[in-house]
């Protein structure tokens, strides 16, 4: 059974910082491009990293403040996140994706509000 679990979410204010983490089991792993979503209330679903291979692509309104790593021996992967601003609250999801297979997380809530 595959489980993504999303952590460290919660309120900062703006300008701050958070580390999300994205615990994975029940698959390969190193094998899995594991990516970052958000969606903001009332919005798609959107892409933050995608990681292809070596490379990691953001989205333009998080280049520069956000980094996407991962530690394959733990089998997670993080989403370092600076100088939050206010319209980067949303629920952040994680993503396993392989080929034809794609894997969700439950989300973890993120709010940037002073």
């Known amino acids: 059974q595959v489980q993504l679990v999303e952590s460290g979410g919660g309120l900062v204010q703006p300008g701050g910082s958070l580390r999300l983490s994205c615990a994975a089991s029940?698959?390969?792993?190193?094998?899995?491009?594991m990516n970052w979503y958000r969606q903001a209330p009332g919005q798609q679903r959107e892409l933050v990293a995608i990681t292809n291979g070596g490379t990691t692509r953001y989205a333009d309104s998080v280049k520069g403040r956000f980094t996407s790593s991962r530690d394959n021996a733990k089998n997670t992967v993080f989403l370092q996140m600076n100088d939050l601003k206010p319209e980067d609250t949303a629920v952040y999801y994680c993503?396993?994706?392989?080929?034809?297979?794609?894997?969700w997380g439950k989300g973890t809530l993120v709010t940037v509000s002073s």
């Open positions: 993503n396993a994706h392989l080929g034809g297979m794609d894997f």
């Open positions: 029940g698959i390969i792993f190193s094998i899995f491009g």
